[in-house]
């Protein structure tokens, strides 16, 4: 990246009220929770993974997943009374299903201020029965945002969790400065739940939900389809700077009938083995799934419901047969007890555990079902991420010595 230039003062042709407005430089102290900024021609595009992994390691679905920049957000102070963010979105969907757009979160000193929809950008249609691809251009959205208050607020724009945005601007009526980040550094590892899919925002997702409320930094490794206890994962996370470190396994495994029970144990030894190299005594905690009907007692593979298709609506089913455990097949039932067994045998002071049913479980469904069959929606996303924050973070939490060190 090159280095910070200085800020430029200009006249925005968009500036109805003929003030100065100031276009702020796009540089990575602005930029939280991504690991690497690529220029493009449009601007700037936050990364989750780092090239090397993107080039080696991703296939299509992570490649399209990591650059959705959940938990990434514009981070600054400004005592300016109204900015302006452009952005260049990329939105996938299937065809014959509609998705809700992304949206950008505007929250100022800690609170949630003004939620805006994305309404323009790029659209990428696939065809599920042919496996065809069709891309529609867009133009790039202009997000105009007044500030409440007086004075020199912090300012954080989330950016949507949900599609790949290229930052094109920022601009602004008064001088722009980095807001140090403040908190412990939360690494967390999961599925296209921690990414946050039914989700409605980028503040909705549960992982923001429990950093905002812990008041942690957090660095989203959620990737959709892709929590496979994959090495490569494992060695992006040792690598990364971090206080604590959260890794949610299992879904995954399960709907891709990925592994067998013989597989999956060592595996996760491995992948924890290797973020203990770069790690050895940051607290670090291993959760399991969350209640999934379609999977709790049946293996995968997962596949979308063939009557829900035909009527318009996205919904998974899974196609194993129900019991079919005895050859080491994997159910969510089955990689609760592995995970709990292989945290118990592990010689590991600050290694903990989190129950996925405790932090929605068959009682959860009833009340807050999943709308698809898999994800949950974005009422139990906020549960999620509340219960999570006082099991990781409260006083009682494996996370929270770390939190409480850093803090004071």
Same mark, same amino acid.
């Given at each position: 990246?090159?280095?910070?230039?200085?800020?430029?003062?200009?006249?925005?042709?968009?500036?109805?009220?003929?003030?100065?407005?100031?276009?702020?430089?796009?540089?990575? !102290? %602005?930029?939280? =929770?991504?690991? +690497? @900024?690529?220029?493009? &021609?449009?601007?700037?595009?936050?990364?989750? *993974? $780092?090239?090397?992994?993107?080039?080696?390691?991703?296939?299509?679905?992570?490649?399209?997943?990591?650059?959705?920049?959940?938990?990434?957000?514009?981070?600054?102070?400004?005592?300016?009374?109204?900015?302006?963010?452009?952005?260049?979105?990329?939105?996938?969907?299937?065809?014959?299903?509609?998705?809700?757009?992304?949206?950008?979160?505007?929250?100022?000193?800690?609170?949630?201020?003004?939620?805006?929809?994305?309404?323009?950008?790029?659209?990428?249609?696939? !065809? %599920?029965?042919? =496996?065809?691809? +069709? @891309?529609?251009?867009? &133009?790039?959205?202009?997000?105009?945002?007044? *500030? $409440?208050?007086?004075?020199?607020?912090?300012?954080?724009?989330?950016?949507?969790?949900?599609?790949?945005v290229d930052v094109v601007a920022l601009h602004a009526r008064a001088p722009v400065s980095p807001a140090p980040p403040v908190g412990p550094v939360w690494v967390h590892h999961g599925s296209s739940i921690s990414h946050g899919s039914n989700a409605a925002t980028p503040t909705g997702i549960w992982p923001v939900v429990?950093?905002?409320?812990?008041?942690?930094?957090?660095?989203?490794?959620?990737?959709?389809?892709?929590?496979?206890?994959?090495?490569?994962?494992?060695?992006?996370?040792?690598?990364?700077?971090?206080?604590?470190?959260?890794?949610?396994?299992?879904?995954?495994?399960?709907?891709?009938?990925?592994?067998?029970?013989?597989?999956?144990?060592?595996?996760?030894?491995?992948?924890?083995?290797?973020?203990?190299?770069?790690?050895?005594?940051?607290?670090?905690?291993?959760?399991?799934?969350?209640?999934?009907?379609?999977?709790?007692?049946?293996?995968?593979?997962?596949?979308?419901?063939?009557?829900?298709?035909?009527?318009?609506?996205?919904?998974?089913?899974?196609?194993?047969?129900?019991?079919?455990?005895?050859?080491?097949?994997?159910?969510?039932?089955?990689?609760?007890?592995?995970?709990?067994?292989?945290?118990a045998a592990r010689d590991d002071a600050n290694l903990g555990y989190i129950d996925g049913l405790s932090l929605y479980g068959p009682d959860d469904a009833e009340r807050l079902p999943l709308p698809d069959g898999l994800h949950p929606s974005a009422e139990a996303h906020a549960l999620i991420g509340s219960r999570f924050?006082?099991?990781?973070?409260?006083?009682?939490?494996?996370?929270?010595?770390?939190?409480?060190?850093?803090?004071?």
């Amino acid at each position: 990246m090159p280095s910070p230039t200085l800020t430029e003062r200009i006249r925005h042709p968009h500036d109805h009220e003929g003030g100065i407005v100031i276009t702020i430089p796009l540089t990575p !102290d %602005l930029i939280l =929770g991504a690991t +690497e @900024l690529e220029r493009t &021609e449009r601007g700037v595009r936050p990364h989750r *993974l $780092p090239r090397s992994v993107r080039e080696r390691d991703a296939d299509p679905q992570l490649a399209m997943m990591e650059a959705q920049p959940s938990g990434v957000r514009v981070r600054f102070a400004t005592s300016a009374t109204s900015i302006t963010l452009e952005l260049h979105a990329t939105r996938v969907f299937y065809r014959g299903f509609s998705r809700p757009r992304g949206v950008v979160d505007v929250v100022v000193d800690g609170e949630l201020v003004a939620s805006h929809e994305l309404q323009a950008g790029d659209a990428v249609e696939l !065809d %599920l029965q042919t =496996g065809g691809r +069709e @891309l529609t251009p867009g &133009e790039p959205d202009r997000i105009e945002v007044s *500030l $409440p208050g007086a004075g020199e607020r912090v300012v954080e724009l989330w950016l949507p969790h949900n599609e790949k945005v290229d930052v094109v601007a920022l601009h602004a009526r008064a001088p722009v400065s980095p807001a140090p980040p403040v908190g412990p550094v939360w690494v967390h590892h999961g599925s296209s739940i921690s990414h946050g899919s039914n989700a409605a925002t980028p503040t909705g997702i549960w992982p923001v939900v429990a950093a905002r409320s812990a008041g942690v930094q957090l660095r989203n490794l959620g990737f959709g389809g892709s929590a496979l206890v994959d090495p490569f994962m494992a060695r992006v996370i040792r690598d990364a700077p971090a206080d604590v470190i959260s890794v949610k396994l299992g879904i995954n495994v399960v709907n891709l009938d990925a592994m067998r029970l013989r597989s999956f144990v060592p595996a996760v030894h491995g992948f924890l083995d290797t973020i203990r190299d770069g790690h050895p005594d940051t607290p670090l905690l291993l959760v399991s799934p969350i209640f999934c009907g379609i999977h709790e007692d049946t293996p995968g593979p997962g596949a979308v419901d063939p009557t829900g298709f035909a009527a318009g609506e996205m919904r998974f089913i899974a196609t194993g047969s129900p019991g079919d455990t005895a050859a080491g097949r994997l159910t969510l039932t089955v990689i609760r007890d592995a995970m709990e067994q292989l945290v118990a045998a592990r010689d590991d002071a600050n290694l903990g555990y989190i129950d996925g049913l405790s932090l929605y479980g068959p009682d959860d469904a009833e009340r807050l079902p999943l709308p698809d069959g898999l994800h949950p929606s974005a009422e139990a996303h906020a549960l999620i991420g509340s219960r999570f924050a006082a099991r990781a973070f409260g006083a009682a939490g494996s996370l929270r010595p770390a939190a409480t060190a850093r803090l004071a």
